[in-house]
C-alpha cells in the first residue's frame, strides 16, 4: 500500500480544511506542462520570506495576480535559486523542450506520476479525530498505487558558500523595455538545526531595526527606488536579503549603496539605547502574540511545518520565548559574526539584474568588493558544497 502521513488538529468553531501532499521527480518538461494544466493548485517554490507578522510565509500567494514590481522581483529571485538550488529548471530550459510535447505525451506522463504516491495531509478545523482518520481512509481506498520509494521522494540541497564568500551573478533584464534595474544582496547565515528559534528569533529581530533605517537611507534621502530587506528561508537554509529597484541608477551603484548602508549598522546598533531596543523587542513578541487572522491563515502556518519536514507544531510559541532572552549585545555579535567582511561567516551573494539603459561596461569600475564573478551557473555549482538536504 501507499505510504500515508495524516495529521489533525481542531480549532473550535472552523470548518474542516484538508490538503494533500505529493512528491515525485519527472521530467522537467513534461512536468511544467502537467503543472500548467493543473495551475490550480499550489506552487512552492521552496524560498520562504517573512511576513509582517513574524511569519514564513512563501514567495506566491495562491491565485493572486503579480503586480509589474513582483514580476521584476521574481526575475532576481529565480537567478538567485538558480545558484542555490542544485536542481532547479529554469524558464529558458522548460521552453527550450515545451514545443516539441504533444498532447500524447502528456497522456502518456500522467500515469508515470500516479503509479507512486507518497502523501502527507493536515486535516485542521472543526472535526474529531475519528473523522480525520475516516478522510485518511478515502485516499488509502481509492489510491491504490505503489508507495513512492524514499530514494525517489525530492529532497532538495541548497549551495554552502565557502567561508568568506563574496559572489557576484551579472545578468540582464530578458524584457528589452524594461527600464529598471535591481540588485539583491543575499547573505547565507545557516541551516535550520534543533535551536533553529533562536537563529530565527535574532533574524526577526535585526530585521525590526534596520528596515526603517533602511528605507529612510536609501529610499527616502538617496531616492534610489523601490527598498526592501528581510529574513529569507531556502529549503530550511537561513539568509537574509537587501534589495533595491530603481529606474535611475544601475546594478553597481545599487550595490555599493546597499553595502555602505550594511556597514554602518554596527555603529546603528552601538547607538540604540536601551529601552529603544526593548521597544523593538516587545513590538515583534507582540505580532507572535496575535492570533491569526483566519482559520486558513493558522492551516498554512501549520501545513508549512509538514511541508520543510519540522513538524513542529508549536514553533511561534518557542520563539516567542527565544525572543524574550535577546539582547541588545547578542544582536551586535550576531551582525559582526555574519555581516561584517572580516568574519569568515560573512558570506554573500550579490544578483545583478541590468536593466536595457545601463552600460554593463559599468562593471569595470566595480569597487573592489567581489571574490568571484559567477558566469555559468552549472559550472559554478559543479564545483560547489551543499549543505545535507534537511526538506
Not at 495524516?6 to 521527480?25: H, K, L, Q
Not at 511569519?55 to 521574481?74: A, F
Request: aromatic share 8%; charged share 30%; hydrophobic share 30%.
Amino acid at each position: 500500500m501507499p505510504h500515508y502521513k495524516f495529521f489533525s488538529t481542531s480549532a473550535p468553531g472552523g470548518s474542516e480544511t484538508s490538503r494533500i501532499y505529493s512528491s515525485r521527480i519527472p521530467a522537467a518538461a513534461a512536468a511544467a506542462l502537467l503543472h500548467e494544466s493543473l495551475s490550480q493548485y499550489d506552487d512552492d517554490d521552496g524560498e520562504e520570506e517573512e511576513d509582517s507578522d513574524g511569519s514564513y510565509e512563501g514567495d506566491d500567494e495562491e491565485g493572486d495576480d503579480m503586480d509589474e514590481d513582483e514580476v521584476k522581483e521574481k526575475g532576481e529571485q529565480q537567478t538567485k535559486k538558480q545558484l542555490l538550488c542544485k536542481r532547479i529548471y529554469d524558464s529558458d530550459e522548460k521552453l527550450s523542450v515545451l514545443n516539441d510535447l504533444s498532447l500524447t505525451d502528456l497522456n502518456s506522463f500522467i500515469p508515470v506520476v500516479r503509479s507512486q504516491i507518497f502523501i502527507e495531509a493536515l486535516c485542521h478545523g472543526n472535526l474529531s479525530e475519528d473523522e480525520a482518520v475516516n478522510i485518511s481512509r478515502i485516499f488509502k481506498n481509492s489510491l491504490t498505487t505503489e508507495p513512492l520509494p524514499v530514494k525517489s521522494r525530492h529532497r532538495e540541497q541548497i549551495t554552502c558558500f565557502p567561508l568568506s564568500a563574496k559572489l557576484v551573478r551579472v545578468v540582464n533584464v530578458k524584457n528589452k523595455s524594461e527600464t529598471n534595474s535591481v540588485v539583491e544582496l543575499y547573505y547565507q547565515i545557516e541551516p535550520e538545526e534543533a535551536q533553529s528559534t533562536k537563529m530565527k528569533a535574532m533574524l526577526d529581530l535585526f530585521h525590526e531595526i534596520i528596515e526603517e533605517p533602511l528605507f529612510n537611507q536609501l529610499r527616502t534621502k538617496e531616492q534610489l527606488g523601490y527598498v526592501e530587506c528581510g529574513p529569507r528561508l531556502t529549503y530550511r537554509v537561513h539568509g537574509f536579503c537587501f534589495c533595491v529597484q530603481s529606474s535611475k541608477y544601475g546594478p553597481v551603484h545599487l550595490f555599493g549603496r546597499i553595502d555602505n548602508f550594511i556597514k554602518d549598522i554596527e555603529g546603528l546598533l552601538e547607538q540604540l539605547d536601551e529601552e529603544s531596543f526593548g521597544d523593538y523587542r516587545s513590538g515583534v513578541i507582540a505580532r507572535l502574540l496575535e492570533k491569526d487572522p483566519s482559520l486558513l491563515s493558522e492551516t498554512n502556518e501549520l501545513w508549512s511545518q509538514i511541508v520543510d519536514k519540522r513538524y513542529m507544531f508549536v514553533l511561534p510559541q518557542r520563539s516567542r520565548r527565544a525572543k524574550k532572552h535577546r539582547e541588545k549585545k547578542d544582536v551586535i555579535s550576531w551582525y559582526k559574526t555574519y555581516f561584517r567582511e572580516s568574519s569568515p561567516k560573512c558570506r554573500r551573494l550579490a544578483v545583478r539584474v541590468w536593466g536595457c539603459d545601463t552600460n554593463m561596461k559599468e562593471t569595470q569600475t566595480d569597487p573592489k568588493s567581489v571574490q568571484q564573478v559567477i558566469a555559468d551557473a552549472v559550472a559554478f555549482k559543479s564545483t560547489s558544497q551543499f549543505y545535507p538536504s534537511l526538506c
